[in-house]
């Protein structure tokens, strides 16, 4: 297989592990029933004006499977904290004993874990889509390469590990998904 290829393909891979990566980030965002300290990964906070990312500016921890509790390092921003968990609108309403702010995450209903459910699908076809987009990318440089001298059985052979590269990235993606959504049916 000729360098070219080979480069195509590298940069395929890459760029699907980063899709599959994302999936993953996005998935841990999505809550399951128990409290987790990434259900607040998105919430960005003013601090002083600027948009700070929560865990910038307080400590974020579990003592238990239903609470999570943010510690700011400064007590001034406690309302800011609690104002912005507010407006992420994750279903949790922030308690605030001037110290910390508490997070009692409640029991999802059956009704809850099914919409979770559609969007934890939602956000593994994303994952696929982009995947395939990577595929169609690849296989159209492919072409290009074979117009600019890359014999047609390197570039028969290129496109047949790009789909096999997708076929596997995208059984990852799967993977995740299947996790996910036995995370939260478990009751």
Do not use: F
Request: charged residues 35%; negative net charge.
């Amino acid at each position: 297989m000729s360098e070219i290829v080979k480069g195509l393909i590298e940069d395929a891979k890459d760029n699907m592990n980063k899709a599959v990566d994302h999936v993953e980030l996005e998935l841990q965002k999505i809550r399951a029933g128990k409290a987790s300290p990434q259900m607040l990964d998105g919430i960005v906070v003013d601090y002083y004006g600027t948009p700070t990312p929560l865990s910038q500016v307080a400590n974020v921890n579990t003592p238990d499977a239903r609470t999570i509790v943010v510690q700011p390092w400064e007590k001034s921003l406690i309302s800011a904290i609690e104002k912005a968990i507010t407006d992420a609108n994750l279903g949790i309403n922030p308690q605030n004993d001037g110290i910390v702010v508490r997070l009692n995450v409640p029991p999802l209903t059956e009704e809850r874990r099914k919409d979770l459910v559609k969007r934890v699908k939602a956000e593994g076809e994303a994952g696929k889509i982009a995947i395939r987009n990577i595929r169609k990318d690849v296989n159209e440089k492919i072409k290009k390469a074979q117009k600019d001298g890359v014999s047609e059985d390197e570039a028969k052979v290129g496109e047949a590990e790009v789909q096999k590269l997708t076929d596997s990235y995208i059984l990852k993606v799967d993977k995740h998904i299947d996790l996910k959504d036995k995370d939260i049916m478990t009751v």
